[in-house]
Protein backbone atom coordinates (compact mmCIF):
# COMPACT_ATOMS: atom_id res chain seq x y z
CA UNK A 1 0.00 0.00 0.00
CA UNK A 2 1.42 3.43 -0.63
CA UNK A 3 2.02 5.72 1.72
CA UNK A 4 -0.82 8.61 0.44
CA UNK A 5 -3.26 6.13 0.93
CA UNK A 6 -2.41 5.16 4.02
CA UNK A 7 -1.83 9.01 5.29
CA UNK A 8 -5.23 9.43 3.60
CA UNK A 9 -7.05 6.13 5.52
CA UNK A 10 -4.97 7.66 8.70
CA UNK A 11 -6.40 11.61 8.08
CA UNK A 12 -10.23 10.30 7.41
CA UNK A 13 -10.15 7.74 10.69
CA UNK A 14 -8.66 10.84 13.04
CA UNK A 15 -10.98 13.28 11.18
CA UNK A 16 -13.90 10.53 12.56
CA UNK A 17 -12.61 10.51 16.25
CA UNK A 18 -13.72 13.83 16.90
CA UNK A 19 -13.22 14.41 20.83
CA UNK A 20 -12.94 10.86 21.73
CA UNK A 21 -9.50 9.75 23.42
CA UNK A 22 -7.20 8.05 21.27
CA UNK A 23 -6.54 5.28 23.60
CA UNK A 24 -9.76 4.27 23.34
CA UNK A 25 -10.17 5.06 19.63
CA UNK A 26 -7.60 2.77 18.65
CA UNK A 27 -9.44 -0.73 19.92
CA UNK A 28 -12.40 1.12 18.09
CA UNK A 29 -10.42 1.45 14.52
CA UNK A 30 -7.58 -1.65 15.19
CA UNK A 31 -10.65 -4.00 15.71
CA UNK A 32 -12.60 -2.68 12.45
CA UNK A 33 -9.79 -3.93 10.41
CA UNK A 34 -9.19 -7.11 11.80
CA UNK A 35 -12.83 -7.80 11.34
CA UNK A 36 -12.88 -6.67 7.66
CA UNK A 37 -9.14 -8.40 6.91
CA UNK A 38 -11.10 -11.94 8.38
CA UNK A 39 -14.14 -11.23 6.75
CA UNK A 40 -12.10 -10.41 3.06
CA UNK A 41 -10.11 -13.96 3.52
CA UNK A 42 -13.16 -15.32 3.74
CA UNK A 43 -14.39 -14.21 1.00
CA UNK A 44 -11.38 -15.11 -0.94
CA UNK A 45 -11.54 -18.41 -0.09
CA UNK A 46 -14.89 -18.89 -0.77
CA UNK A 47 -14.41 -17.99 -4.18
CA UNK A 48 -11.82 -20.23 -4.67
CA UNK A 49 -14.22 -22.73 -3.61
CA UNK A 50 -16.85 -21.89 -5.67
CA UNK A 51 -14.39 -22.13 -8.40
CA UNK A 52 -13.26 -25.73 -7.48
CA UNK A 53 -16.78 -27.12 -6.99
CA UNK A 54 -17.64 -26.03 -10.99
CA UNK A 55 -13.98 -27.69 -12.19
CA UNK A 56 -14.43 -31.07 -13.21
CA UNK A 57 -11.11 -31.67 -13.84
CA UNK A 58 -10.39 -31.05 -9.76
CA UNK A 59 -10.44 -32.91 -6.83
CA UNK A 60 -12.97 -30.44 -5.30
CA UNK A 61 -15.35 -30.95 -8.00
CA UNK A 62 -19.29 -31.61 -6.80
CA UNK A 63 -21.11 -32.65 -9.61
CA UNK A 64 -24.52 -31.19 -8.52
CA UNK A 65 -24.37 -27.77 -8.71
CA UNK A 66 -27.11 -27.42 -5.88
CA UNK A 67 -24.84 -28.87 -3.38
CA UNK A 68 -21.87 -26.08 -3.95
CA UNK A 69 -23.98 -23.54 -1.61
CA UNK A 70 -24.56 -25.92 0.92
CA UNK A 71 -21.01 -26.90 0.59
CA UNK A 72 -19.59 -23.14 0.57
CA UNK A 73 -21.05 -23.21 4.34
CA UNK A 74 -19.41 -26.07 5.62
CA UNK A 75 -16.78 -24.77 8.23
CA UNK A 76 -13.83 -27.17 7.40
CA UNK A 77 -13.27 -26.31 3.87
CA UNK A 78 -11.62 -22.93 5.19
CA UNK A 79 -9.81 -24.13 8.37
CA UNK A 80 -7.88 -27.19 6.20
CA UNK A 81 -6.71 -23.32 4.54
CA UNK A 82 -5.55 -21.65 7.72
CA UNK A 83 -8.56 -18.95 7.05
CA UNK A 84 -10.96 -18.05 10.22
CA UNK A 85 -14.52 -19.03 9.91
CA UNK A 86 -16.63 -16.13 9.77
CA UNK A 87 -20.39 -17.13 10.37
CA UNK A 88 -22.95 -15.30 8.29
CA UNK A 89 -24.12 -12.39 10.31
CA UNK A 90 -20.07 -11.53 11.19
CA UNK A 91 -19.51 -11.42 7.21
CA UNK A 92 -18.45 -8.17 6.34
CA UNK A 93 -21.37 -6.93 3.64
CA UNK A 94 -23.64 -8.12 5.84
CA UNK A 95 -22.18 -5.38 8.65
CA UNK A 96 -21.85 -2.36 5.91
CA UNK A 97 -25.50 -3.23 4.45
CA UNK A 98 -26.39 -2.13 8.47
CA UNK A 99 -23.75 0.42 8.56
CA UNK A 100 -26.00 3.28 9.10
CA UNK A 101 -28.44 1.71 11.96
CA UNK A 102 -28.73 3.12 15.31
CA UNK A 103 -27.34 -0.42 16.50
CA UNK A 104 -24.38 -0.78 14.98
CA UNK A 105 -22.43 -1.20 17.07
CA UNK A 106 -23.97 -4.02 19.18
CA UNK A 107 -24.19 -5.85 15.79
CA UNK A 108 -20.36 -5.29 15.29
CA UNK A 109 -19.76 -6.81 19.50
CA UNK A 110 -22.23 -10.40 18.27
CA UNK A 111 -20.59 -10.52 15.29
CA UNK A 112 -16.91 -10.74 17.28
CA UNK A 113 -18.42 -13.01 19.77
CA UNK A 114 -19.93 -15.28 16.40
CA UNK A 115 -15.92 -15.40 15.23
CA UNK A 116 -14.18 -16.25 19.01
CA UNK A 117 -17.34 -18.63 19.06
CA UNK A 118 -15.77 -20.85 16.16
CA UNK A 119 -12.30 -19.62 16.04
CA UNK A 120 -11.06 -21.06 20.01
CA UNK A 121 -7.30 -19.32 18.30
CA UNK A 122 -9.14 -15.95 19.01
CA UNK A 123 -11.28 -16.73 22.01
CA UNK A 124 -11.09 -13.95 24.58
CA UNK A 125 -8.54 -11.66 22.00
CA UNK A 126 -11.65 -9.62 20.47
CA UNK A 127 -12.00 -6.63 21.95
CA UNK A 128 -15.74 -6.10 21.98
CA UNK A 129 -16.89 -2.06 23.26
CA UNK A 130 -18.68 -1.20 19.92
CA UNK A 131 -21.75 -1.31 21.57
CA UNK A 132 -21.28 0.88 24.33
CA UNK A 133 -18.46 3.30 22.49
CA UNK A 134 -18.61 7.30 23.00
CA UNK A 135 -18.34 8.01 19.75
CA UNK A 136 -20.95 10.66 17.96
CA UNK A 137 -24.03 9.39 16.62
CA UNK A 138 -23.50 7.92 12.67
CA UNK A 139 -19.71 8.33 13.63
CA UNK A 140 -19.06 4.71 13.81
CA UNK A 141 -20.97 3.59 10.34
CA UNK A 142 -18.97 6.17 8.56
CA UNK A 143 -15.93 4.71 10.10
CA UNK A 144 -17.34 1.09 9.01
CA UNK A 145 -17.70 2.73 5.43
CA UNK A 146 -13.80 3.97 5.32
CA UNK A 147 -12.60 0.84 6.40
CA UNK A 148 -14.41 -0.94 3.23
CA UNK A 149 -12.32 0.86 1.49
CA UNK A 150 -9.06 -1.02 2.50
CA UNK A 151 -9.82 -4.10 0.11
CA UNK A 152 -7.54 -6.66 1.92
CA UNK A 153 -8.24 -9.85 -1.13
CA UNK A 154 -4.80 -10.85 -2.68
CA UNK A 155 -5.32 -9.11 -5.94
CA UNK A 156 -6.11 -5.92 -4.02
CA UNK A 157 -4.37 -2.69 -4.43
CA UNK A 158 -1.36 -3.41 -7.17
CA UNK A 159 -1.31 -7.48 -6.32
CA UNK A 160 -0.25 -7.02 -2.45
CA UNK A 161 -0.80 -10.36 -0.35
CA UNK A 162 -3.71 -9.71 2.11
CA UNK A 163 -1.12 -10.49 4.76
CA UNK A 164 1.55 -8.50 4.03
CA UNK A 165 -1.11 -5.29 3.10
CA UNK A 166 -2.75 -5.63 6.55
CA UNK A 167 0.68 -5.64 8.53
CA UNK A 168 1.03 -2.97 6.57
CA UNK A 169 -2.36 -1.12 7.33
CA UNK A 170 -1.80 -2.25 11.28
CA UNK A 171 1.47 -1.46 11.61
CA UNK A 172 1.18 2.40 10.27
CA UNK A 173 -1.87 3.01 11.94
CA UNK A 174 -0.29 1.25 15.53
CA UNK A 175 2.41 4.05 14.85
CA UNK A 176 -0.18 6.92 14.69
CA UNK A 177 -2.04 6.15 17.32
CA UNK A 178 1.14 6.08 19.78
CA UNK A 179 2.05 9.96 17.98
CA UNK A 180 -1.76 10.67 19.09
CA UNK A 181 -1.65 8.77 22.21
CA UNK A 182 1.66 10.80 23.43
CA UNK A 183 3.11 9.59 26.83
CA UNK A 184 0.56 6.88 26.94
CA UNK A 185 1.16 5.74 23.60
CA UNK A 186 4.56 4.54 24.49
CA UNK A 187 3.37 2.12 26.81
CA UNK A 188 2.06 -0.31 23.82
CA UNK A 189 4.35 0.71 20.91
CA UNK A 190 7.99 0.69 19.91
CA UNK A 191 9.23 2.88 17.65
CA UNK A 192 9.78 0.57 14.73
CA UNK A 193 13.22 1.78 13.80
CA UNK A 194 14.60 1.26 17.26
CA UNK A 195 12.83 -2.22 16.95
CA UNK A 196 14.52 -3.08 13.52
CA UNK A 197 18.37 -2.18 15.48
CA UNK A 198 17.35 -4.64 17.66
CA UNK A 199 16.47 -7.19 15.52
CA UNK A 200 19.14 -6.81 12.76
CA UNK A 201 21.88 -6.60 15.54
CA UNK A 202 20.69 -9.97 17.38
CA UNK A 203 19.84 -11.57 14.10
CA UNK A 204 16.95 -14.17 15.43
CA UNK A 205 16.57 -17.12 12.44
CA UNK A 206 16.06 -19.79 15.02
CA UNK A 207 14.57 -20.91 18.15
CA UNK A 208 13.16 -19.58 20.81
CA UNK A 209 12.31 -15.28 20.61
CA UNK A 210 10.48 -14.59 24.07
CA UNK A 211 9.72 -10.32 25.02
CA UNK A 212 8.51 -10.33 28.85
CA UNK A 213 6.64 -6.81 27.91
CA UNK A 214 5.39 -7.37 24.28
CA UNK A 215 3.05 -4.30 23.86
CA UNK A 216 1.70 -4.80 21.01
CA UNK A 217 3.93 -7.12 19.43
CA UNK A 218 6.82 -5.04 17.20
CA UNK A 219 9.63 -7.40 18.27
CA UNK A 220 8.16 -10.36 17.13
CA UNK A 221 6.76 -8.87 13.75
CA UNK A 222 9.79 -7.74 12.73
CA UNK A 223 11.34 -11.12 13.65
CA UNK A 224 9.07 -12.47 11.26
CA UNK A 225 10.53 -9.94 8.76
CA UNK A 226 13.73 -10.65 9.00
CA UNK A 227 13.65 -14.20 8.85
CA UNK A 228 11.69 -13.87 5.31
CA UNK A 229 13.75 -11.82 4.34
CA UNK A 230 16.87 -13.90 4.70
CA UNK A 231 15.31 -16.80 3.65
CA UNK A 232 13.66 -18.89 6.59
CA UNK A 233 10.37 -19.00 7.32
CA UNK A 234 8.34 -17.39 10.29
CA UNK A 235 7.96 -21.18 11.48
CA UNK A 236 11.51 -21.04 12.33
CA UNK A 237 11.37 -19.76 15.19
CA UNK A 238 8.87 -19.99 18.37
CA UNK A 239 7.39 -16.89 20.11
CA UNK A 240 7.09 -16.72 23.21
CA UNK A 241 5.66 -13.23 25.41
CA UNK A 242 3.98 -11.85 28.15
CA UNK A 243 1.87 -8.42 28.76
CA UNK A 244 0.33 -6.73 32.29
CA UNK A 245 -2.33 -4.54 30.14
CA UNK A 246 -5.64 -6.28 29.48
CA UNK A 247 -6.51 -4.30 26.41
CA UNK A 248 -3.06 -4.24 24.69
CA UNK A 249 -2.53 -8.32 25.67
CA UNK A 250 -5.27 -8.51 23.44
CA UNK A 251 -3.97 -6.48 20.58
CA UNK A 252 -0.56 -8.40 20.29
CA UNK A 253 -2.54 -11.47 20.32
CA UNK A 254 -4.84 -9.97 17.42
CA UNK A 255 -1.92 -8.32 15.73
CA UNK A 256 -0.03 -12.13 15.54
CA UNK A 257 -3.22 -13.83 14.67
CA UNK A 258 -3.49 -11.43 11.63
CA UNK A 259 -0.03 -12.64 9.92
CA UNK A 260 -0.69 -15.99 11.04
CA UNK A 261 1.68 -16.44 14.03
CA UNK A 262 1.43 -18.94 16.74
CA UNK A 263 2.13 -17.55 20.44
CA UNK A 264 2.39 -18.28 23.44
CA UNK A 265 1.15 -15.15 25.41
CA UNK A 266 0.35 -16.97 28.75
CA UNK A 267 -2.90 -17.90 30.04
CA UNK A 268 -3.39 -14.28 30.89
CA UNK A 269 -2.34 -10.94 30.77
CA UNK A 270 -0.18 -10.43 34.16
CA UNK A 271 2.82 -9.12 35.68
CA UNK A 272 6.33 -10.11 35.05
CA UNK A 273 7.75 -10.09 37.66
CA UNK A 274 4.85 -11.29 40.05
CA UNK A 275 2.97 -13.38 37.53
CA UNK A 276 5.91 -15.00 35.45
CA UNK A 277 3.56 -16.74 32.56
CA UNK A 278 6.86 -18.50 31.26
CA UNK A 279 8.94 -19.76 34.78
CA UNK A 280 10.46 -22.21 33.16
CA UNK A 281 11.25 -20.57 29.67
CA UNK A 282 15.18 -20.88 28.26
CA UNK A 283 15.07 -18.69 25.41
CA UNK A 284 17.58 -18.01 22.51
CA UNK A 285 16.57 -14.34 21.58
CA UNK A 286 15.34 -11.75 24.02
CA UNK A 287 14.09 -8.76 22.69
CA UNK A 288 12.46 -6.37 24.97
CA UNK A 289 11.49 -2.56 25.86
CA UNK A 290 10.04 -2.53 29.60
CA UNK A 291 8.81 0.77 30.80
CA UNK A 292 12.11 3.10 31.85
CA UNK A 293 12.79 3.62 35.56
CA UNK A 294 9.51 2.08 37.21
CA UNK A 295 9.54 2.97 40.50
CA UNK A 296 6.46 1.02 42.18
CA UNK A 297 6.94 -2.76 40.47
CA UNK A 298 7.24 -4.04 44.24
CA UNK A 299 10.30 -5.16 44.68
CA UNK A 300 10.25 -5.42 48.36
CA UNK A 301 8.39 -8.23 48.07
CA UNK A 302 10.75 -10.52 45.76
CA UNK A 303 14.27 -9.87 47.38
CA UNK A 304 14.52 -13.49 47.65
CA UNK A 305 13.46 -14.25 43.87
CA UNK A 306 16.07 -17.10 42.51
CA UNK A 307 16.19 -14.41 39.14
CA UNK A 308 18.53 -11.74 41.15
CA UNK A 309 21.72 -13.86 40.06
CA UNK A 310 24.19 -10.18 40.14
CA UNK A 311 22.21 -9.03 43.20
CA UNK A 312 18.72 -7.48 44.42
CA UNK A 313 17.36 -4.89 42.48
CA UNK A 314 16.59 -1.73 43.92
CA UNK A 315 12.43 -1.23 45.24
CA UNK A 316 12.66 1.89 44.04
CA UNK A 317 13.53 1.31 40.03
CA UNK A 318 12.80 -1.86 37.74
CA UNK A 319 15.91 -1.26 35.15
CA UNK A 320 17.97 -3.91 36.98
CA UNK A 321 15.21 -6.14 37.79
CA UNK A 322 14.49 -6.09 33.86
CA UNK A 323 18.13 -7.30 32.61
CA UNK A 324 18.37 -9.74 35.39
CA UNK A 325 14.84 -11.12 34.52
CA UNK A 326 15.71 -11.27 31.07
CA UNK A 327 19.46 -12.87 31.72
CA UNK A 328 17.42 -15.43 33.74
CA UNK A 329 15.45 -16.56 30.59
CA UNK A 330 18.12 -16.62 28.46
CA UNK A 331 19.39 -20.36 27.32
CA UNK A 332 23.05 -21.37 27.82
CA UNK A 333 23.76 -19.79 24.23
CA UNK A 334 21.18 -17.49 24.35
CA UNK A 335 21.30 -13.69 23.14
CA UNK A 336 19.16 -10.34 23.97
CA UNK A 337 18.72 -6.93 23.37
CA UNK A 338 17.42 -4.69 25.43
CA UNK A 339 16.02 -0.82 25.83
CA UNK A 340 16.00 1.17 29.06
CA UNK A 341 16.97 4.56 30.18
CA UNK A 342 20.74 5.93 29.84
CA UNK A 343 20.50 6.37 33.78
CA UNK A 344 20.89 2.25 33.58
CA UNK A 345 24.35 2.60 31.93
CA UNK A 346 25.94 4.43 35.00
CA UNK A 347 23.50 5.04 37.96
CA UNK A 348 25.06 3.91 41.49
CA UNK A 349 22.02 4.52 43.21
CA UNK A 350 21.11 1.71 46.24
CA UNK A 351 22.81 -1.39 44.76
CA UNK A 352 22.60 -0.83 40.56
CA UNK A 353 26.25 -0.06 40.44
CA UNK A 354 26.91 -3.14 42.34
CA UNK A 355 24.48 -5.31 39.74
CA UNK A 356 25.95 -3.76 37.14
CA UNK A 357 29.82 -4.62 38.04
CA UNK A 358 28.81 -7.90 38.59
CA UNK A 359 26.97 -8.23 35.18
CA UNK A 360 30.33 -7.02 33.12
CA UNK A 361 32.22 -9.36 35.53
CA UNK A 362 30.42 -12.21 34.65
CA UNK A 363 30.83 -10.98 30.66
CA UNK A 364 27.71 -11.08 30.18
CA UNK A 365 26.90 -7.71 28.90
CA UNK A 366 28.13 -7.75 25.27
CA UNK A 367 27.21 -4.33 23.02
CA UNK A 368 26.33 -1.20 24.78
CA UNK A 369 24.71 1.22 22.48
CA UNK A 370 23.87 4.68 23.13
CA UNK A 371 20.69 6.16 21.29
CA UNK A 372 19.73 9.48 19.45
CA UNK A 373 17.30 12.16 21.89
CA UNK A 374 13.53 12.01 20.50
CA UNK A 375 13.57 8.59 19.32
CA UNK A 376 9.98 7.52 21.93
CA UNK A 377 6.56 8.83 21.75
CA UNK A 378 6.40 8.33 25.47
CA UNK A 379 9.72 9.94 27.29
CA UNK A 380 12.42 12.62 26.34
CA UNK A 381 14.40 10.30 28.38
CA UNK A 382 17.84 9.26 26.73
CA UNK A 383 17.48 5.65 26.09
CA UNK A 384 20.28 3.15 25.13
CA UNK A 385 20.43 -0.67 24.50
CA UNK A 386 21.65 -3.66 26.30
CA UNK A 387 22.86 -6.37 24.17
CA UNK A 388 23.55 -9.42 26.61
CA UNK A 389 25.24 -12.70 26.00
CA UNK A 390 24.91 -15.64 28.07
CA UNK A 391 27.74 -17.39 26.03
CA UNK A 392 30.75 -14.95 24.41
CA UNK A 393 33.00 -17.98 23.49
CA UNK A 394 31.86 -17.97 19.33
CA UNK A 395 27.57 -17.60 19.67
CA UNK A 396 26.07 -18.59 16.46
CA UNK A 397 25.39 -15.55 14.70
CA UNK A 398 23.36 -14.65 11.97
CA UNK A 399 22.90 -16.81 8.75
CA UNK A 400 25.07 -15.72 5.58
CA UNK A 401 23.14 -14.49 2.69
CA UNK A 402 23.97 -16.45 -0.58
CA UNK A 403 22.98 -15.16 -4.07
CA UNK A 404 18.87 -15.08 -4.10
CA UNK A 405 18.55 -14.22 -0.49
CA UNK A 406 18.41 -18.21 0.45
CA UNK A 407 20.00 -18.04 4.40
CA UNK A 408 23.05 -20.80 4.67
CA UNK A 409 23.93 -22.47 7.96
CA UNK A 410 24.51 -20.24 10.37
CA UNK A 411 28.56 -19.72 11.72
CA UNK A 412 30.27 -19.71 14.80
CA UNK A 413 31.39 -15.77 15.64
CA UNK A 414 34.56 -15.17 17.46
CA UNK A 415 35.47 -15.31 20.77
CA UNK A 416 34.40 -11.79 22.86
CA UNK A 417 35.36 -13.01 26.23
CA UNK A 418 36.87 -9.85 28.10
CA UNK A 419 35.51 -7.24 25.98
CA UNK A 420 32.78 -4.98 25.50
CA UNK A 421 31.57 -3.25 22.04
CA UNK A 422 30.71 0.39 22.97
CA UNK A 423 28.82 2.37 19.74
CA UNK A 424 27.68 5.88 20.08
CA UNK A 425 24.70 6.45 17.94
CA UNK A 426 23.38 9.69 19.45
CA UNK A 427 24.38 11.62 16.13
CA UNK A 428 22.19 9.35 13.98
CA UNK A 429 18.66 9.83 13.00
CA UNK A 430 16.41 12.69 11.30
CA UNK A 431 14.10 14.55 12.49
CA UNK A 432 10.79 12.57 11.09
CA UNK A 433 7.96 15.56 12.86
CA UNK A 434 8.98 18.51 15.07
CA UNK A 435 9.22 16.29 18.25
CA UNK A 436 10.35 12.44 17.00
CA UNK A 437 13.57 11.76 15.48
CA UNK A 438 13.77 8.29 13.32
CA UNK A 439 16.94 5.75 12.87
CA UNK A 440 16.57 5.47 8.59
CA UNK A 441 17.74 2.13 7.29
CA UNK A 442 21.19 3.22 6.65
CA UNK A 443 21.48 4.13 10.32
CA UNK A 444 20.13 0.76 10.89
CA UNK A 445 22.45 -1.13 9.04
CA UNK A 446 25.63 1.14 10.26
CA UNK A 447 24.96 -0.13 14.12
CA UNK A 448 24.34 -3.94 13.08
CA UNK A 449 27.06 -3.78 10.36
CA UNK A 450 29.33 -2.79 13.16
CA UNK A 451 28.30 -4.79 15.55
CA UNK A 452 28.75 -7.79 13.11
CA UNK A 453 31.94 -6.72 12.03
CA UNK A 454 33.17 -6.78 15.88
CA UNK A 455 31.50 -10.24 16.60
CA UNK A 456 32.56 -12.23 13.79
CA UNK A 457 35.69 -9.67 12.93
CA UNK A 458 34.86 -9.34 9.09
CA UNK A 459 33.72 -13.08 8.46
CA UNK A 460 29.81 -13.18 8.61
CA UNK A 461 29.75 -12.62 4.69
CA UNK A 462 27.11 -10.74 3.27
CA UNK A 463 25.69 -7.62 0.74
CA UNK A 464 26.21 -4.94 3.55
CA UNK A 465 29.83 -4.90 3.72
CA UNK A 466 30.55 -7.15 6.70
CA UNK A 467 33.56 -8.86 5.37
CA UNK A 468 35.69 -6.00 5.87
CA UNK A 469 37.67 -6.75 9.09
CA UNK A 470 36.01 -4.28 12.42
CA UNK A 471 38.49 -1.07 13.32
CA UNK A 472 37.37 1.26 16.20
CA UNK A 473 36.21 4.92 14.51
CA UNK A 474 36.84 7.83 16.85
CA UNK A 475 33.16 9.06 18.26
CA UNK A 476 31.35 6.12 17.27
CA UNK A 477 32.55 2.58 18.04
CA UNK A 478 35.30 0.88 20.15
CA UNK A 479 36.21 -2.32 21.45
CA UNK A 480 37.42 -2.27 25.34
CA UNK A 481 38.36 -4.52 27.40
CA UNK A 482 36.90 -5.14 30.90
CA UNK A 483 40.27 -4.05 33.24
CA UNK A 484 39.38 -0.68 31.55
CA UNK A 485 35.45 -0.71 32.09
CA UNK A 486 36.76 -1.54 35.40
CA UNK A 487 38.81 1.64 35.65
CA UNK A 488 35.83 3.74 35.06
CA UNK A 489 33.74 2.49 37.84
CA UNK A 490 32.14 -0.27 35.46
CA UNK A 491 29.92 2.67 34.05
CA UNK A 492 28.64 1.61 30.76
CA UNK A 493 27.88 5.12 28.75
CA UNK A 494 29.63 5.01 25.73
CA UNK A 495 30.58 8.38 25.39
CA UNK A 496 32.91 7.73 27.81
CA UNK A 497 35.50 4.79 25.93
CA UNK A 498 34.96 5.68 22.08
CA UNK A 499 36.90 9.59 22.20
CA UNK A 500 36.46 12.22 20.46
CA UNK A 501 35.61 12.10 16.26
CA UNK A 502 38.55 12.67 14.44
CA UNK A 503 39.00 16.24 13.25
CA UNK A 504 39.74 16.25 10.05
CA UNK A 505 43.44 17.49 8.53
CA UNK A 506 43.21 20.55 5.56
CA UNK A 507 46.74 20.26 5.90
CA UNK A 508 47.50 24.09 6.80
CA UNK A 509 50.47 24.31 8.70
CA UNK A 510 49.13 26.07 12.83
CA UNK A 511 51.72 28.85 12.70
CA UNK A 512 49.74 29.70 9.06
CA UNK A 513 46.42 28.39 9.95
CA UNK A 514 46.63 31.02 13.37
CA UNK A 515 47.62 34.01 11.69
CA UNK A 516 45.25 33.97 8.91
CA UNK A 517 42.29 33.36 11.74
CA UNK A 518 43.87 36.69 13.96
CA UNK A 519 43.91 38.79 10.64
CA UNK A 520 40.52 37.84 10.02
CA UNK A 521 39.48 38.12 13.42
CA UNK A 522 41.08 41.66 13.35
CA UNK A 523 39.03 42.26 9.96
CA UNK A 524 35.71 41.56 11.74
CA UNK A 525 35.92 43.72 15.13
CA UNK A 526 37.38 46.44 12.58
CA UNK A 527 34.04 46.23 10.51
CA UNK A 528 32.13 45.90 14.14
CA UNK A 529 33.49 49.15 15.05
CA UNK A 530 32.64 50.94 11.87
CA UNK A 531 28.75 49.79 12.12
CA UNK A 532 28.75 50.71 15.87
CA UNK A 533 29.53 54.29 14.84
CA UNK A 534 26.94 54.32 11.75
CA UNK A 535 24.43 53.40 14.52
CA UNK A 536 25.38 56.23 16.97
CA UNK A 537 25.61 58.61 14.06
CA UNK A 538 21.98 57.57 12.88
CA UNK A 539 20.61 57.67 16.48
CA UNK A 540 22.03 60.84 17.47
CA UNK A 541 20.25 62.88 14.10
CA UNK A 542 17.24 61.34 15.81
CA UNK A 543 17.79 62.91 18.95
CA UNK A 544 18.66 59.88 20.74
CA UNK A 545 22.24 60.20 22.78
CA UNK A 546 24.40 56.92 23.15
Known amino acids: MNQDLKKTLWAAADKLR??????EYKHIVLGLIFLKYVSDAFDERRAQLQAAF????????LPDAADHAAALEERDYYTMANVFWVPAPARWATLRAQAKQAD????????????????????GILDKRFGRTQLEPGKLGELVDLISTIGFAGGALGGHRAKDLLGEVYEYFLGQFASAEGKKGGQFYTPASVVKVLVEVLAPHHGRVYDPCCGSGGMFVQSEKFIEAHGGRADDISIYGQEANPTTWRLVAMNLAIRGLAADLGREP???FHRDQHPDLRADYVLANPPFNISDWGGERLAEDRRWAFGAPPPGNANTAWLQHIVHHLSP????????????????QNNEGAIRKAMVEADVVDVMVALPPQLFFNTQIPACLWFLAKDKTGSL?????????????????????????FIDARKLGRMATRVNRVLDDE???????????????????????????YADVPGFCRAVKLAEIAEHGHVLTPGRYVGAEAAEDDDEAFAEKMERLTAQLAEQMAKGAELDAVIREKLGAMGYAV
Request: charged share 35%; no cysteine; glycine share 12%.
Open 397 to 421: SRPRERAGGEGSPRRASRDRRGEVL
Open 54 to 61: ADESGDLH
Open 443 to 469: DVARIATTVHRWRDDGESGGKDGADEP
Open 104 to 123: IGVRIDAALEAIEADNPRLK
Open 18 to 23: ASMDAA
Open 270 to 272: ADT
Open 333 to 348: RGQAGVVLANGSMSSN
